[in-house]
Every structure is written in structure tokens, then in C-alpha cells.
């Protein structure tokens, strides 16, 4: 079975695509057959590593037309395949919207790819938003980069954590949320990150 993996955060430029793309190749060289899905419609994942076959469609054809055939392109990188985010002007998150089943649909879509792979791994766009929802209900596991400064702290607990409590009453409809894990990963060279890595000043020399 296929762990599906949505990497998110209500705040942009945290760094997910990053880590989503270095996570699946990094996974994809050890062995495991890896699936990204760019479900942000700024398609930066989707131009990450060169496409050496590419599907006649992306996310847009797999939630509209329910199926994942013609959506699967293959990047450079053995066992390292896409599906591209190909809405560039935003169009899906409203056909999520006012679609009875638009948030679960990712979801149902991906579990019939388990076969295929061993990680299903979901970019998002840094918003809040029908499309993000639909990602989050589609993961088993929901992973949060973190940078340590303060205001990408307030903004996880604020902006992340309201935003999956949000979502929970959908377990009744068989889409529970995940459980989520907040990387911390990145050691700005700011006064901050100095002060946080220097050692008390009661410390002993030897600590
Ligand atoms: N671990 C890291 N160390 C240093 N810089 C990083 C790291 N991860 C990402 N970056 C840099 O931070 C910037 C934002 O990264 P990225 O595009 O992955 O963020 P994002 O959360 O996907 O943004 P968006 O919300 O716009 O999609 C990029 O310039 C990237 O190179
Ligand atoms: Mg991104």
C-alpha cells in the first residue's frame, strides 16, 4: 500500500515544493517508486526536474474527468513520476467548490494508484483554499516546513493548525485528517538563529 504524503502550510514560500522534490528523489533513488502530484496551480514542482514523457493531461483531468489515465508524466529520474499541475488561471478551485464530492475526490483518485507505487507525495500552493483542502483530505501523513523565525512559528499555529481543525468534522465523510508532523529545517544566519544555537551564558565551557 502507497503512503500518501501532502506536504502544506497556510504560508507561502516556507519551502514545501523544495523538500517535496528533494524528498521524492531522494526516495526514488534508494528504490521506491515515487508519485508527486502538483496540486499548486503555480506549477513550480511541475518544472523541477526535466519531463521525459509527458501525459496529454495533469490535476485538472484527473479530479475533473476521475481517472488517472493520461495524467502520469514521467520526469528523468527512474521511478519518479508527475502529475503536473496544468491550471494556470485557478479554474479548478472553483470547480472543487461546487462539486458535491470536489473535496474527497483527490483523494478516492489516489488510493486507486496504491498498486503503483510506495509514496504518493502532494505539493500544495501556500493558501487556503478548496484545492489545499482537497489535498490535505487526500494524505495519511500531512508534513509542515517550519523555518525558525517567528513568524512562520505564529503562522503554522495560527493559520495551519485552524485550518486542519477546520477540516476534521470530515472523518464523518471517511476523509479523516492526518496526523501532521512540523519540520523544523532551515538556521537563518540571524541574530535569532545565533541566540537560539549559542550555548546559556551559566553553561559551563564544557557543554
Ligand atoms: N532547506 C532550505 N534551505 C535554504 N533555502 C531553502 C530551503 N528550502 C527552500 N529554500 C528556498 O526558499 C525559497 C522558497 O522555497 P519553496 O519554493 O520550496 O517554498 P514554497 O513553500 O513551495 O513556496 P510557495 O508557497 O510559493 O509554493 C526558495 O528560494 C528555496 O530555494
Ligand atoms: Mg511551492
Redesign the pocket.
Known sequence: MALSLT?V?T????????????LAALLADIGQRVLLVDA?P?P??SSYYPITERAAGGLTRLIVDATPDGTISRTNIPNLDIVTSDDPEGRLQNWILHTPDGRVRLRHLLRRLEGRYDLILV?????VGPLQDAAVLAADLLVS?I?PEILSAREFARGTITMLERLKPMAALGAPVGPLRGII??LDRTRDARAIRRPPAFSSGAI
Open positions: 506536504i502550510s504560508k507561502g514560500g516556507v519551502g514545501k515544493t523544495t523538500l517535496a522534490a528533494n499548486d503555480q513550480t514542482l505539493d500544495t500552493q501556500g493558501a516546513p523555518p529545517y532551515r
